[in-house]
């Protein structure tokens, strides 16, 4: 919160107790403005979801990331019609022909896109133009320790594109060092400042 960041994301899925003492914890550290995301990576069945997003968002929850398991299509579909919060998708899509499926049938409000895991830009695009016309916004996400080049071409994408309204690019913010010159640096900072330089504006190895 130091470095002005008004989000946080973090992982639930452990245990109904601890998930909310979890989220307890947080709320009372932040204060009521700052925004909290939680990501259940596939942990809990369409019911339980139900009932412990009902729980969790005593505590205000923005969204809620993958709560039901990756092919459980169904079950994520009715996870979103019946919570509250907004619920996004991040293993049941991997590309655009997984997009389309969650679109078709509006399983999700919103949908995680990740370039290491649906393969680069190009597909980026395809998801993103097949959420865009079905009315779901896309975040862009990252892997843990994601060098900047991924994060600089997820920045890039970001900034290009309306539909991808929310970013979760922090993966350089806990590398030490960075193997490129250029591009996005491992400064934590809320707002990530892409590069002047053409392309994705690298110089070459450090
Ligand atoms: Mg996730």
Do not use: H
């Not at 969790?56 to 709560?67: A, G």
């Not at 896309?138 to 994601?146: K, Q, S, Y």
């Amino acid at each position: 919160m130091r470095n002005g960041f008004d989000t946080i994301k973090t992982k639930v899925g452990t245990g109904f107790k601890e998930d909310v003492a979890r989220i307890r914890a947080i709320r009372e550290a932040v204060g009521p403005d700052v925004k909290i995301r939680i990501d259940a990576n596939q942990a809990w069945s369409a019911k339980e979801a139900l009932q412990i997003i009902e729980r969790l968002n005593e505590f205000d929850i923005e969204l809620v990331e993958q709560p039901v398991k990756a092919a459980d299509i169904e079950g994520l579909e009715y996870v979103t019609k019946n919570s509250k919060v907004l619920i996004m998708s991040d293993e049941s899509c991997f590309n655009a022909k997984d997009a389309l499926r969650l679109a078709e049938r509006r399983a999700i409000d919103v949908l995680n896109i990740k370039l290491m895991k649906c393969g680069g830009i190009r597909e980026a695009l395809k998801i993103n133009a097949i959420c865009e016309t079905a009315g779901i916004e896309c975040m862009l996400g990252c892997m843990a320790e994601e060098t900047n080049i991924g994060i600089t071409a997820a920045a890039s994408l970001g900034a290009a594109v309306r539909n991808i309204t929310r970013a979760d690019l922090d993966a350089t913010f806990s590398l030490s060092e960075l193997p490129f010159e250029g591009g996005i640096g491992t400064e934590c900072t809320k707002t990530l400042v892409l590069p002047e330089e053409p392309g994705f504006g690298f110089i070459g190895l450090k």
